[in-house]
């Protein structure tokens, strides 16, 4: 089995990605590549090879013997999430690999485990179909294993070593975000709910005053929580209580009016209200739907909430960012953002109702070094989610709450230990009837507060800026 290995060629600024079993002795050229691009803060991660003949974004387990769930690629997105039984899109299947995880990399080792991108906010790319036994989107595209690795290392591969990062006590720092997605979400507060669909911004009375709490929570621990808003909310007769949280100084980001996939080909694509009414979006190319999509949000907060939104987050996270997508990138500089929330790596999870075990729990903190803010050639910064979501953990793996966080407390503390960033992930139209008591925000509160120097509660804002300091 092929293993990879990412050493640092700290002054050229670039990574060398070496097949060991050639190493020393192979030509340029020939088994061995190396990558410039786009360059990430913090910390590296090692390079884990896809088994041969699966689509982007779907990796296999290579654990011994383990039973894994993998999800279908979304036609609009290449992001995965398993829908309710019985729906037609994105159904969830189960294969049993076997083989050994020993991959390696210089700061975190990244095992060959079943990686699935639980990332909570997929929610609106259209069907996709097989083809062949290899999963193919209706972009047409297939990833083999030299299309994967050659993705994955446009993402990891010009990673910086904590080592070679500024020394001062304030660059060691860990900085750890709560940021919170203001939307519905399918299969809560009740598995049958899937309407939320088409309906992401008609918040309920319990996500916001679940929102609301926890920004007071937060607050109360010196902290603030980075929401992201989706424009349809501004559509509700009373947005005083969105007012009383920016008067608390808790930042506000773009998460697109109707919650569209930037990554959607066709205009009907970039959200599930459109393919149901298709007029809302004819005769518009699939670039101005998204454009106006962003613009639309941005011109309600400003006349809802009288300001400009802080930061934009694409809906649903994409395991190569918007590497693939210059042009979103482009679009979004264009439109004023300085730095995106695009990205969510892969990890592993487990079946529907499954106790994680100790192997899962590490491959989500092994993700943790994925999960730092880069910029992208283009300038753009991204500053990514860091795995596991609420909803990969409560709707994909179907855990209970200690398992999320058991979950969030290692990733946390791994954060902490290496001086990086940490970006929650949630939802509180998820959170408020899995976590009634908020113990996910008391806990990275308390995590925080008991790291003390090492470590501070800030918004994405910081963690982009400390990327454009590096």
């Given at each position: 089995?092929?293993?990879?290995?990412?050493r640092?060629?700290?002054h050229?600024?670039?990574?060398?990605?070496?097949?060991?079993?050639?190493?020393?002795?192979?030509?340029?050229?020939?088994?061995r590549t190396?990558?410039g691009?786009?360059?990430?803060?913090?910390?590296?991660?090692?390079?884990?090879?896809?088994?041969?003949?699966?689509?982007?974004?779907?990796?296999?387990?290579?654990?011994?013997?383990?039973?894994?769930?993998?999800?279908?690629?979304?036609?609009a997105?290449?992001?995965l999430?398993p829908?309710?039984?019985?729906?037609?899109?994105g159904?969830?299947?189960?294969?049993?690999?076997?083989?050994?995880?020993?991959?390696?990399?210089?700061?975190a080792?990244?095992s060959?485990?079943?990686m699935t991108?639980?990332?909570?906010?997929?929610?609106?790319?259209?069907?996709?179909?097989l083809?062949?036994?290899?999963?193919?989107?209706?972009?047409?595209?297939?990833?083999?294993?030299?299309?994967?690795?050659?993705?994955?290392?446009?993402?990891?591969a010009?990673?910086?070593?904590?080592?070679?990062?500024?020394?001062d006590?304030?660059?060691?720092?860990?900085?750890?975000?709560?940021?919170?997605?203001?939307?519905?979400?399918?299969?809560?507060?009740?598995?049958?709910?899937t309407?939320?669909?088409?309906?992401?911004?008609?918040?309920?009375?319990?996500?916001?005053?679940?929102?609301?709490?926890?920004?007071?929570?937060?607050?109360?621990?010196?902290?603030?929580?980075?929401?992201?808003?989706?424009?349809?909310?501004?559509?509700?007769?009373?947005?005083?209580?969105?007012?009383?949280?920016?008067?608390d100084?808790?930042?506000?980001?773009?998460?697109?009016?109707?919650?569209?996939?930037?990554?959607a080909?066709?205009?009907?694509?970039?959200?599930?209200?459109?393919q149901?009414?298709?007029?809302?979006?004819?005769?518009?190319?699939?670039?101005?739907?998204?454009?106006?999509?962003?613009?639309?949000?941005?011109?309600?907060?400003?006349?809802?909430?009288?300001?400009?939104p802080?930061?934009?987050?694409?809906?649903?996270?994409?395991?190569?960012?918007?590497?693939?997508?210059?042009?979103?990138q482009?679009?979004?500089l264009?439109?004023?953002?300085?730095?995106?929330?695009?990205?969510?790596?892969?990890?592993?999870?487990?079946?529907?109702?499954?106790?994680?075990a100790?192997?899962?729990?590490?491959?989500?903190?092994?993700?943790?070094?994925?999960?730092?803010?880069?910029?992208?050639?283009?300038?753009?910064?991204?500053?990514?989610?860091?795995?596991?979501?609420?909803?990969?953990?409560?709707?994909?793996?179907r855990?209970?709450?200690?398992?999320?966080?058991?979950?969030?407390?290692?990733?946390?503390?791994?954060?902490?230990?290496?001086?990086?960033?940490?970006?929650?992930l949630?939802?509180?139209?998820?959170?408020?009837?899995?976590?009634?008591?908020?113990?996910?925000?008391?806990?990275?509160?308390?995590?925080?507060?008991?790291?003390?120097?090492?470590?501070?509660?800030?918004?994405?804002?910081?963690?982009?800026?400390?990327?454009?300091?590096?």
């Amino acid at each position: 089995m092929s293993e990879f290995l990412i050493r640092d060629l700290r002054h050229c600024r670039r990574l060398e990605i070496v097949n060991p079993d050639k190493l020393g002795n192979c030509p340029a050229g020939i088994g061995r590549t190396t990558s410039g691009g786009d360059s990430r803060c913090d910390v590296c991660s090692g390079l884990f090879p896809l088994t041969p003949a699966h689509s982007l974004g779907e990796m296999v387990n290579q654990a011994p013997w383990r039973t894994i769930q993998t999800s279908r690629v979304s036609s609009a997105r290449g992001a995965l999430f398993p829908l309710p039984e019985g729906e037609s899109q994105g159904e969830g299947k189960r294969t049993t690999y076997s083989g050994q995880a020993n991959c390696t990399g210089p700061t975190a080792e990244v095992s060959q485990m079943a990686m699935t991108n639980d990332e909570a906010q997929n929610e609106q790319a259209g069907p996709s179909e097989l083809s062949g036994g290899v999963r193919t989107s209706h972009f047409g595209f297939r990833s083999s294993r030299r299309k994967f690795v050659a993705t994955a290392a446009l993402g990891i591969a010009s990673l910086t070593l904590p080592a070679a990062a500024p020394q001062d006590s304030s660059a060691r720092r860990a900085l750890i975000a709560v940021t919170f997605d203001l939307e519905m979400a399918r299969n809560f507060p009740r598995w049958e709910d899937t309407h939320w669909d088409y309906e992401k911004g008609n918040l309920n009375e319990e996500t916001k005053r679940y929102a609301v709490e926890a920004g007071r929570r937060v607050k109360a621990h010196g902290g603030v929580i980075h929401y992201f808003v989706v424009g349809r909310v501004f559509e509700q007769e009373n947005v005083d209580w969105l007012k009383r949280l920016v008067e608390d100084g808790h930042p506000v980001g773009n998460h697109t009016y109707d919650h569209v996939n930037l990554k959607a080909t066709k205009p009907e694509e970039t959200q599930f209200r459109f393919q149901r009414a298709p007029w809302l979006v004819a005769d518009k190319s699939v670039e101005r739907v998204i454009r106006e999509n962003i613009e639309l949000c941005s011109a309600a907060m400003k006349q809802r909430l009288g300001i400009a939104p802080a930061g934009f987050r694409t809906p649903g996270g994409f395991q190569n960012g918007l590497h693939d997508v210059p042009s979103v990138q482009r679009l979004l500089l264009d439109l004023g953002f300085k730095w995106v929330s695009a990205t969510y790596p892969v990890h592993p999870n487990t079946q529907p109702g499954e106790v994680p075990a100790n192997e899962v729990f590490d491959g989500i903190v092994r993700a943790q070094a994925a999960a730092q803010p880069f910029a992208y050639p283009s300038g753009l910064i991204d500053v990514p989610m860091s795995p596991i979501s609420d909803v990969g953990a409560f709707r994909n793996g179907r855990w209970k709450l200690e398992h999320f966080l058991e979950a969030l407390r290692r990733a946390v503390a791994w954060a902490v230990e290496h001086g990086v960033c940490f970006d929650l992930l949630a939802h509180p139209a998820v959170l408020y009837p899995m976590d009634p008591e908020f113990r996910v925000i008391e806990l990275v509160c308390e995590l925080v507060k008991r790291a003390g120097a090492r470590a501070r509660l800030v918004s994405l804002e910081e963690l982009a800026r400390r990327c454009v300091a590096r």
